[in-house]
Nanobody
């Protein structure tokens, strides 16, 4: 069984940067397509970024394009989300998800079979 653990969240000011990490442990060769999603109270989990298992293909939500970068280090079983020029509206709990079925990561949360516990990102003005 594979577990995902996110870290790196915190309280920052608008314009600052954060780097989130998602480490996979357990029975894994880390051949998972991975995605980052975020959720605020009362709202659905929304897509932020995705990366295929080889790391050669990545995609972003329009709201973060040009500011966030997803990457992965399969030797470390880790996916990263570098977040620059943070805005107040980026405040949310950020989750990483893993999909072992598809080569290309999905934008749909229900396509992911494993999730981390989430890490809170709060951006103040």
């Amino acid at each position: 069984q594979v577990q995902l653990v996110e870290s790196g969240g915190g309280l920052v000011q608008a314009g600052d940067s954060l780097r989130l990490s998602c480490v996979a442990s357990g029975r894994t060769g880390f051949r998972y397509a991975m995605g980052w999603f975020r959720q605020t109270p009362g709202k659905e989990r929304e897509f932020v970024a995705r990366i295929n298992w080889s790391g050669q293909s990545a995609d972003y939500a329009d709201s973060v394009k040009g500011r966030f970068t997803i990457s992965r280090d399969n030797a470390k079983n880790t996916v990263y989300l570098q977040m620059n020029s943070l805005k107040v509206e980026d405040t949310a709990v950020y989750y990483c998800g893993g999909d072992s079925v598809r080569w290309a990561a999905s934008k749909i949360q229900y396509d992911y079979e494993i999730w981390g516990q989430g890490t809170q990102v709060t951006v103040s003005s």
